[in-house]
């Protein structure tokens, strides 16, 4: 019976010793699986606090919105705790384009105006609504969503994320911002060729 007990004493202590309140972000030391932690003497309350969201973005751009982030490259608090938020604008008939976050299912919350917002799920089916003041939509880790503002008055939304680092792929950057061939690009997605020329001149690509 005392061997029981000695492991099981054994077993919890070691579990208090793993615990660890935080890891906040040592930003000189990324690596592949997230930001090593800081020292703790090193780190104040200034890591847990950030106040980068507390600006109107600036919406006088093509897409007409602005997207302000909290990732732990900014709040360096935020690292390892499996969350994050961001800020998004848009002026009337602005957009969020079709894009994705590989790391993380997406929450929005409309905080003024309203937009239709929609993801497409793995068998292309499209769910979309037009969401007002006070609504939610949750979006799927890795699906495929945007965002547009189809009223007359701007709409603010506040995100929150479950990662740090939910990354992001915007589909029309990935095409037209890239040095992927035109010919590849019209081949895979049957847009002819004035077109491809006409989207990369827009957003910057080359090939």
């Known amino acids: 019976m005392l061997h029981v007990l ?17 890891c906040v972000a040592d930003l000189k030391a990324p690596g592949p699986a997230g930001y090593s932690c800081k020292t703790p003497a090193k780190v104040t309350v200034d890591d847990f606090v950030y106040s980068g969201l507390g600006v109107a973005g600036n919406t006088s751009n ?11 490259d900014k709040f360096p608090g935020l690292n390892g705790l499996g969350l994050s938020m961001a800020q998004v604008d848009l002026a009337p008939g602005g957009a969020i384009p079709m894009h994705s976050h590989p790391g993380a299912s997406e929450t929005l919350l409309v905080a003024k105006g309203s937009v239709i917002a929609a993801f497409v799920s793995s068998d292309n089916t499209v769910y979309s609504k037009t969401l007002k003041e006070g ?9 495929l969503h945007f965002e547009v503002n189809t009223g007359r008055t701007p709409a603010h939304i506040w995100v929150s994320f479950s ?4 990354g992001l792929q915007i589909l029309s950057y990935a095409l037209f911002r890239s040095s992927l061939p035109s010919e590849l690009i019209e081949k895979t997605t ?9 989207l990369k001149a827009l957003l910057g690509g080359s090939g």
């Open 6 to 22: 000695l492991f099981f004493y054994f077993l919890v202590s070691s579990s208090h010793a793993a615990v660890q309140d935080f």
């Open 62 to 72: 093509f897409i007409k919105a602005s997207i302000n982030t909290a990732f732990a």
């Open 135 to 143: 609504d939610i939509m949750v979006f799927p880790q890795g699906l």
């Open 163 to 166: 990662s740090s680092n939910p």
């Open 190 to 198: 049957f847009l002819d060729d004035d077109e491809v020329k006409r």
